[in-house]
């Protein structure tokens, strides 16, 4: 099992004027210790799940390509872009650039979307789901054009490109990596079985079915079902008792019985160090074999 770093809380101890160098502090640790992947929430206003929208929220790739400059082993995505936030072509050069910049360490996580209050508190598309799974598709195939380096034009149901031109292309071959988030079981998975390369799903009981959906989705398009890396996210909260790491290491061992090869971690106190460490030590060398 690989274990990833997630963070989706940008409310640091210092405040805005000290974020920067916290989340520096933080990345390159987890660089430095060991861990396999950096993902950061790509929202505009933070989520219920975390606290109220008025809580500090980061632009999602403005803040990797910061962290790309502070680390050299991280790879680096978002957790997940919806769909409707960046135009294809546009988002295609964005995870071009930081995969160059950071030499071919980007991925690219994306999905439907969900939090319409962000979108239009600034303004910003949200249409309804139907139309943001197809959006999905064709956002899917442009990317993929782009990254393959095809200048033909591109005239989708709600896209036309005229020149999809990328240059410079990424340094990841054949593509950066695609991470599609969501469990949905007719749209969701059957993209992941037909253009990505690795599903992210909830950390819950229904992962097997989830899987043998997929298994099933990737039977019909002809795709090699163990190819496709399964990933999911785990909320780490130490507490005081922060040498306290039985309960992670049943929570991974759980997720890999099921199937899942890498987890990304998210700690209740992003910006403290210790746990970081912990991780590193007593509970990485533990799983590595899962």
Known sequence: MRIGLSIADFTAPGGPACLGQQLSQVAVAADQLGFDALSVMDHF????????????????????????????????????????????????????????????????????????????????????????????????QIVLQMWAGSEAPMRGQHYTLERPLNSPQSLSRPHPRIVIGGGGEQKTLRLVARYADACNLFATPEIPRKLDVLRAHCEAEGRDYASIEKTSMYIWNPGEDVDNVEPVIQALRWLASMGIQRVFIGISTPYALKPLEVLAERVMPVVADL
């Open 45 to 140: 206003f933070q989520i219920r799940m975390i606290g109220p929208p008025e809580r500090e929220m980061l632009e999602g790739y403005t803040t990797l390509a910061f962290i790309a400059g502070q680390t050299r082993r991280l790879t680096l995505g978002t957790m997940v872009t919806g769909v409707h936030y960046r135009h294809p072509g546009i988002l295609a050069k964005i995870v071009t650039t930081l995969d160059v910049l950071s030499g071919g360490r980007a991925w690219l996580g994306i999905g439907a979307g969900w939090n319409a209050d962000e979108s239009r508190g600034l303004g910003a598309p949200f249409p309804p789901l139907k139309e943001r799974f197809e959006r999905l598709e064709e956002t899917l």
